[in-house]
């Protein structure tokens, strides 16, 4: 979500008298890091420079804070990366919200509130535009399949004939709240082949590609605005299920696209995800404080007191609570009270506490709990998709793609608003981002909260989601700058968990979650805010690794192509590996297996990572580069001959590593790459 | 870019973005104007959580609705500034309307009245942990009922930054009430 729009003329006339000083600051901070090669920063606007470090000390002071306003001319820096392009929108777009992504071979296709626009980003030092399409809705969310493309519609201004006018009639024919589909067989000439109209529209929508069914693709749609009447929509019921089981609350929407007849795409199930919720909506809870809560229970247990489970979770019950039911019960035989209560009576008591607990708390029926889900994002590889549904975050099985089911679900006392999940390449993680204030507030002043509008990491362990840690971006925004955690993709570095991630005005953030209690900043890039006198619209709202490249969407700014370089905590070698990793088209909702071809860098990107993480020697690191060296000087035979015997010796040295994981993929690629 | 051209380009981007802003209506200005009285007062509600003897769970929660419900007061406020619309104080009370050229007052769906209010200053310890909640579900719901007959009116939420404001306060505070409501049975069933 986002919320601000753009902002009118007399904020124009203001910020001309501020840029002096914020130039001052800029260049101030770019002088202090003198001394930390690592980072850019650019005060007039140009291109920033490469540079890379071996430091692994991030730049200090923060060379984000203090950086110069300026619409397309702001102070920038970066940690690790460098920009390729910076691509303002095209004439029809400019000045309205440019949104996510979905890349297709050479094709980036960037939503925007007015339609959407087609890069050619073959060469991403330089994109240019294939098409510019109007046809507004907001937000305009995309995905692509082969020559289908997706596009959300939620907003009430979005027509079906994709004109500019709007629709002010609260009942029309005319309206498009939901999912229109375009024919981009010609990507020049996109047609509009279909269009299915949902209820509350789609704000976001997620691709469905399902490895057993090559006839059709399935289209989540999530959205939470408003129901629109049964006049406009038939069928459209916004009483909830109590009052009305048709009502289109308290559920998601699926949709089935027969590939050879888009036209036919059609809703086929609006699965229930959400019934009988009883997760408690508490802050999420790390393996020691279940522990200390399961030891609290049992002490309370083992010394006689009452329990009782309610709202999901088993509670000691208070003396105050339990002392007037003992005293009914007591008195019910003739007792005199409370006082004078029997082991009988006690007995008598805890035979009754469900039924009366029952009593005193409804299970929690369909009044609470998501009415939606804001985004999902499904992994078919592993049959699992993570829903972000307002206060929580949710794992669901998707192997029946019309059909999925919630398996597990967890809510934190400090998330708001659950956006979006990753998961991790092997599936073991997943992360759900919080867009505490919907992506137009100013969520990261050194005044709020690191674990508010952040990510929570969870490990998956039997399909239950366990709280790992928070990360947020690090470095302090102005109140200007609207920030909180938003899009993001993995980057392939093989054998490691890597994200990179819009943060709005924020700007883009690389990670490292490996170790899901410690994520760490690894990469950044920043602007400094569009207006220093207010709060404008701008900001990336999202960045996705895209063959080799980062690709993120800024609000206002257009279109950013970024390359990570090497440094400490990514080496050439991993860089080279993760470059191996094609994709024929991405949507980063529709989560792919990672996997990488053999190659030398991805055998040496894992010799990077045993030196870092002191796996081997320095002497063993020293023989296994030269052994990958003569290797691969050497061709046929005597090459995989060569490597066949490294494989071989690693494979016994795994055993006695603090390392042995990473030595056992060491050995694996190594042995893929002797093609044995 | 020379920076002429800079500043240019950033002017033809407001100028499109005006162009392009759908109408908006009177509903919109109400909702918009209504909303920061009653954000006004949730604040002030929250502030009383330190002082109050409020648990930390409470006490977390109120620090949220303070940030929250601060900056979504700044963008109301921005919202009317831009249209050159009266704007109003971020003070509880009663909404100023004029209609027949007489001015009336109206409570917001959901505000607390000054006995409500009087009620939640005077109470302390688990007793105001218990009427925060009540109360705050009370404010809340009205909040959404707001949102919902902002979208029952005839041309409303046309405008982008309305209709996403107005989403974004519906779906927030749905999702605040849930949590309310559990941690109310915490509260009632605390030793």
Same mark, same amino acid.
């Given at each position: 979500?986002?919320?601000?729009?753009?902002?009118?003329?007399?904020?124009?006339?203001?910020?001309?008298?501020?840029?002096?000083?914020?130039?001052?600051?800029?260049?101030?901070?770019?002088?202090?890091?003198?001394?930390?090669?690592?980072?850019?920063?650019?005060?007039?606007?140009?291109?920033?420079?490469?540079?890379?470090?071996?430091?692994?000390?991030?730049?200090?002071?923060?060379?984000?804070?203090?950086?110069?306003?300026?619409?397309?001319?702001?102070?920038?820096?970066?940690?690790?990366?460098?920009?390729?392009?910076?691509?303002?929108?095209?004439? !029809?777009?400019?000045?309205?919200?440019?949104?996510?992504?979905?890349?297709?071979?050479?094709?980036?296709?960037?939503?925007?509130?007015?339609?959407?626009?087609?890069?050619?980003?073959?060469?991403?030092?330089?994109?240019?535009?294939?098409?510019?399409?109007?046809?507004?809705?907001?937000?305009?969310?995309?995905?692509?399949?082969?020559?289908?493309?997706?596009?959300?519609?939620?907003?009430?201004?979005?027509?079906?004939?994709?004109?500019?006018?709007?629709?002010?009639?609260?009942?029309?024919?005319?309206?498009?709240?939901?999912?229109?589909?375009?024919?981009?067989?010609?990507?020049?000439?996109?047609?509009?082949?279909?269009?299915?109209?949902?209820?509350?529209?789609?704000?976001?929508?997620?691709?469905?590609?399902?490895?057993?069914?090559?006839?059709?693709?399935?289209?989540?749609?999530?959205?939470?605005?408003?129901?629109?009447?049964?006049?406009?929509?038939?069928?459209?019921?916004?009483?909830?299920?109590?009052?009305?089981?048709?009502?289109?609350?308290?559920?998601?929407?699926?949709?089935?696209?027969?590939?050879?007849?888009?036209?036919?795409?059609?809703?086929?199930?609006?699965?229930?995800?959400?019934?009988?919720?009883?997760?408690?909506?508490?802050?999420?809870?790390?393996?020691?404080?279940?522990?200390?809560?399961?030891?609290?229970?049992?002490?309370?247990?083992?010394?006689?007191?009452?329990?009782?489970?309610?709202?999901?979770?088993?509670?000691?019950?208070?003396?105050?609570?339990?002392?007037?039911?003992?005293?009914?019960?007591?008195?019910?035989?003739?007792?005199?009270?409370?006082?004078?209560?029997?082991?009988?009576?006690?007995?008598?008591?805890?035979?009754?506490?469900?039924?009366?607990?029952?009593?005193?708390?409804?299970?929690?029926?369909?009044?609470?709990?998501?009415?939606?889900?804001?985004?999902?994002?499904?992994?078919?590889?592993?049959?699992?998709?993570?829903?972000?549904?307002?206060?929580?975050?949710?794992?669901?099985?998707?192997?029946?793609?019309?059909?999925?089911?919630?398996?597990?679900?967890?809510?934190?006392?400090?998330?708001?608003?659950?956006?979006?999940?990753?998961?991790?390449?092997?599936?073991? !993680?997943?992360?759900?981002?919080?867009?505490?204030?919907?992506?137009?507030?100013?969520?990261?002043?050194?005044?709020?909260?690191?674990?508010?509008?952040?990510?929570?990491?969870?490990?998956?362990?039997?399909?239950?989601?366990?709280?790992?840690?928070?990360?947020?971006?690090?470095?302090?925004?102005?109140?200007?700058?609207?920030?909180?955690?938003?899009?993001?993709?993995?980057?392939?570095?093989?054998?490691?968990?890597?994200?990179?991630?819009?943060?709005?005005?924020?700007?883009?953030?690389?990670?490292?979650?490996?170790?899901?209690?410690?994520?760490?900043?690894?990469?950044?890039?920043?602007?400094?805010?569009?207006?220093?006198?207010?709060?404008?619209?701008?900001?990336?709202?999202?960045?996705?690794?895209?063959?080799?490249?980062?690709?993120?969407?800024?609000?206002?700014?257009?279109?950013?192509?970024?390359?990570?370089?090497?440094?400490?905590?990514?080496?050439?070698?991993?860089?080279?590996?993760?470059?191996?990793?094609?994709?024929?088209?991405?949507?980063?909702?529709?989560?792919?297996?990672?996997?990488?071809?053999?190659?030398?860098?991805?055998?040496?990107?894992?010799?990077?990572?045993?030196?870092?993480?002191?796996?081997?020697?320095?002497?063993?690191? /020293?023989?296994?580069?030269?052994?990958?060296?003569?290797?691969?000087? /050497?061709?046929?035979?005597?090459?995989?001959?060569?490597?066949?015997?490294?494989?071989?010796?690693?494979?016994?040295? /795994?055993?006695?590593?603090?390392?042995?994981?990473?030595?056992?993929?060491?050995?694996?690629?190594?042995?893929?790459?002797?093609?044995? | 870019?020379?920076?002429?051209?800079?500043? @240019?380009?950033?002017?033809?981007?407001?100028?499109?973005?005006?162009?392009?802003?759908?109408?908006?209506?009177?509903?919109?200005?109400?909702?918009?104007?209504?909303?920061?009285?009653?954000?006004?007062?949730?604040?002030?509600?929250?502030?009383?959580?330190?002082?109050?003897?409020?648990?930390?769970?409470?006490?977390?929660?109120?620090?949220?609705?303070?940030?929250? @419900? @601060?900056?979504?007061?700044?963008?109301?406020?921005?919202?009317?500034?831009?249209?050159?619309?009266?704007?109003?104080?971020?003070?509880?009370?009663?909404?100023?309307?004029?209609?027949?050229?007489?001015?009336?007052?109206?409570?917001?769906?959901?505000?607390?009245?000054?006995?409500?209010?009087?009620?939640?200053?005077?109470?302390?310890?688990?007793?105001?942990?218990?009427?925060?909640?009540?109360?705050?579900?009370?404010?809340?719901?009205?909040?959404?009922?707001?949102?919902?007959?902002?979208?029952?009116?005839?041309?409303?939420?046309?405008?982008?930054?309305?209709?996403?404001?107005?989403?974004?306060?519906?779906?927030?505070?749905?999702?605040?009430?849930?949590?309310? @409501?559990?941690?109310?049975?915490?509260?009632?069933?605390?030793?």
């Amino acid at each position: 979500m986002m919320s601000a729009g753009f902002q009118s003329s007399p904020a124009a006339a203001r910020s001309r008298v501020a840029p002096f000083l914020s130039l001052s600051l800029a260049v101030g901070a770019a002088s202090m890091l003198a001394c930390a090669p690592a980072t850019t920063t650019s005060g007039m606007g140009s291109m920033s420079g490469s540079s890379s470090s071996m430091s692994t000390t991030p730049p200090s002071p923060d060379p984000r804070v203090g950086l110069r306003a300026g619409l397309m001319d702001a102070g920038e820096a970066s940690w690790n990366m460098r920009v390729l392009s910076k691509t303002p929108p095209s004439e !029809k777009f400019v000045g309205i919200t440019n949104s996510d992504l979905a890349f297709t071979g050479n094709y980036a296709i960037q939503g925007n509130y007015n339609g959407y626009q087609v890069w050619d980003i073959s060469n991403p030092t330089r994109p240019t535009l294939r098409t510019a399409y109007v046809c507004p809705a907001s937000q305009s969310d995309v995905s692509v399949y082969r020559n289908l493309l997706f596009v959300s519609g939620e907003g009430l201004t979005g027509r079906l004939d994709c004109g500019t006018q709007g629709v002010t009639a609260p009942v029309s024919r005319e309206r498009l709240r939901g999912l229109r589909i375009f024919d981009i067989s010609d990507i020049a000439n996109p047609r509009n082949v279909g269009n299915v109209q949902t209820c509350r529209g789609s704000h976001t929508h997620t691709l469905l590609v399902d490895p057993k069914d090559a006839d059709n693709v399935y289209v989540y749609i999530s959205g939470s605005s408003n129901v629109r009447s049964a006049e406009e929509l038939p069928g459209c019921v916004s009483a909830t299920p109590d009052k009305d089981p048709n009502s289109a609350l308290f559920r998601i929407e699926v949709i089935k696209v027969p590939l050879a007849h888009p036209e036919q795409a059609a809703i086929v199930s609006s699965p229930r995800i959400f019934n009988d919720l009883t997760a408690p909506a508490r802050h999420g809870e790390a393996p020691e404080d279940i522990a200390a809560s399961r030891q609290r229970l049992d002490a309370a247990k083992a010394h006689g007191e009452f329990t009782g489970v309610f709202f999901g979770a088993e509670r000691v019950l208070p003396s105050g609570m339990i002392r007037p039911l003992l005293d009914s019960i007591v008195r019910a035989r003739g007792g005199s009270g409370a006082a004078a209560a029997t082991a009988e009576d006690s007995a008598t008591l805890r035979r009754a506490l469900p039924a009366m607990l029952a009593g005193m708390f409804p299970p929690d029926d369909s009044h609470h709990g998501p009415t939606q889900c804001h985004d999902i994002t499904v992994y078919p590889a592993i049959g699992l998709a993570g829903g972000a549904c307002e206060g929580y975050g949710m794992l669901l099985d998707i192997r029946d793609p019309a059909h999925p089911t919630r398996i597990s679900a967890v809510a934190d006392s400090n998330f708001s608003y659950w956006h979006s999940a990753t998961f991790n390449n092997d599936g073991t !993680k997943v992360l759900f981002s919080d867009e505490w204030g919907g992506g137009g507030q100013p969520k990261c002043r050194a005044t709020d909260r690191k674990e508010w509008g952040a990510d929570a990491i969870f490990t998956i362990v039997n399909g239950q989601m366990q709280f790992q840690s928070y990360y947020k971006l690090p470095a302090a925004q102005t109140q200007y700058e609207n920030c909180v955690a938003h899009n993001g993709s993995l980057v392939p570095i093989p054998g490691r968990d890597v994200m990179i991630q819009s943060w709005y005005q924020g700007g883009v953030s690389l990670f490292d979650w490996t170790d899901a209690r410690n994520p760490k900043e690894i990469a950044f890039f920043d602007r400094g805010p569009v207006d220093s006198t207010r709060m404008g619209s701008g900001g990336t709202w999202s960045v996705y690794w895209y063959n080799g490249v980062l690709v993120s969407s800024e609000i206002a700014r257009g279109l950013d192509i970024f390359e990570l370089t090497p440094s400490a905590f990514i080496s050439q070698n991993e860089l080279d590996a993760a470059k191996s990793v094609h994709f024929d088209y991405l949507n980063a909702q529709g989560q792919p297996k990672l996997t990488w071809p053999p190659t030398f860098a991805l055998a040496r990107a894992y010799v990077d990572q045993l030196e870092r993480s002191r796996g081997l020697s320095s002497s063993r690191l /020293a023989s296994v580069r030269d052994a990958l060296a003569n290797a691969e000087r /050497a061709s046929g035979g005597a090459r995989q001959g060569a490597l066949a015997l490294l494989a071989t010796q690693l494979s016994a040295e /795994a055993g006695s590593s603090s390392d042995g994981g990473k030595v056992t993929m060491l050995a694996g690629a190594v042995r893929q790459l002797a093609g044995i | 870019m020379p920076s002429a051209e800079q500043g @240019q380009a950033a002017a033809i981007a407001r100028a499109r973005a005006d162009s392009l802003r759908y109408p908006f209506t009177a509903a919109d200005i109400h909702f918009m104007s209504a909303m920061i009285g009653h954000h006004a007062q949730a604040i002030v509600m929250s502030r009383m959580a330190p002082t109050h003897g409020a648990s930390p769970a409470v006490r977390r929660l109120a620090e949220r609705i303070i940030n929250a @419900q @601060q900056d979504e007061i700044a963008t109301m406020q921005r919202w009317l500034a831009d249209r050159r619309l009266p704007v109003p104080e971020a003070r509880p009370g009663p909404m100023k309307m004029t209609m027949d050229g007489m001015e009336h007052e109206m409570m917001m769906p959901g505000m607390l009245t000054d006995a409500q209010m009087a009620e939640l200053e005077r109470a302390r310890g688990p007793e105001f942990d218990r009427l925060f909640l009540v109360d705050m579900i009370q404010h809340h719901r009205g909040a959404t009922s707001m949102v919902r007959d902002l979208f029952a009116t005839p041309g409303a939420a046309q405008d982008e930054t309305v209709f996403k404001f107005a989403n974004d306060v519906n779906v927030d505070q749905t999702t605040e009430i849930a949590r309310m @409501q559990r941690l109310l049975a915490d509260v009632m069933t605390a030793p």
